[in-house]
Structure formats: C-alpha cells, structure tokens
C-alpha cells in the first residue's frame, strides 16, 4: 500500500532534525503504529482525550479464559472501531504462552477501507 493519505506521527513522536518538521509515516506502518499507541493508552491517560485507549491492561493479569478473551477481543473492536476509522477489525486472536500471566499474544486481522488491502497487526501485550 503506498497510498499518501494514511499518514500519521511516528511512534514516539519525533521531530526531523534538519527541518524540524514532525517525523511521519506512511500507509500500513502508520495504521500499525496508530494500533499499538492506542493498545498501550489507557482510557483517561490523554488530558485532552479522556476517552480515547483501550481497556485490556487490568484484565492482563488475570487468566486468559475463554470469558476474558471475550471480554479483551470486544474492548479492542471498539476502540479501534472509535479510534482507528481507516480499518475495519476481521479477527482478533488472544493467546498467553505457558499461561504467563501479565503477557498477552494480539493478532489483528484487518481490512484497510480506502482500498480494501488486508493487514494485519501482531503485538506481545505486556501489563507491567
């Protein structure tokens, strides 16, 4: 995908050094970082946008059953249905390895909407 409109900031922000212009990228980095900034924001951590986040990181350190995943796979569809409105979410696939508690595998299957493309985004979620 190298279409110009998905752009968005670098992950952390970044300022160029010469121009000092804000580093941005492009297409499917931009729609990857803008997946894990807001994974790793918890709800009311933003002053200016209270709302925006995703509430996965208290249930991290409990057991990852089947009621869990449920419950983590419903809070990431919709922040990313409320945040991140270039994609639409196919599948989310939740696993722990050897059931450590704390760490969660993320896989997120996605269709990019402007061209249709598929994606996906892979994440170690760890709560500490």
Known sequence: ???????GWKFPPSFNLFGGNVEVVKGV???KESLFTLLTTVPG???MELGY?????????????QNTKTFMTNNIKDA?????KRIKVDNVTLSQENGEIGKI??????????DSDKGEFVFDYSAD
């Open 1 to 7: 995908m190298e279409n110009d409109t998905l752009v």
């Open 29 to 31: 980095q931009s729609i």
């Open 45 to 47: 951590e933003r002053n």
């Open 53 to 65: 986040g995703c509430d996965i990181n208290s249930l991290a350190f409990g057991v990852l059953d």
């Open 80 to 84: 990313i249905a409320k945040w991140e």
């Open 105 to 114: 595998h993320i896989k997120i299957s996605y269709t990019v909407l402007e």
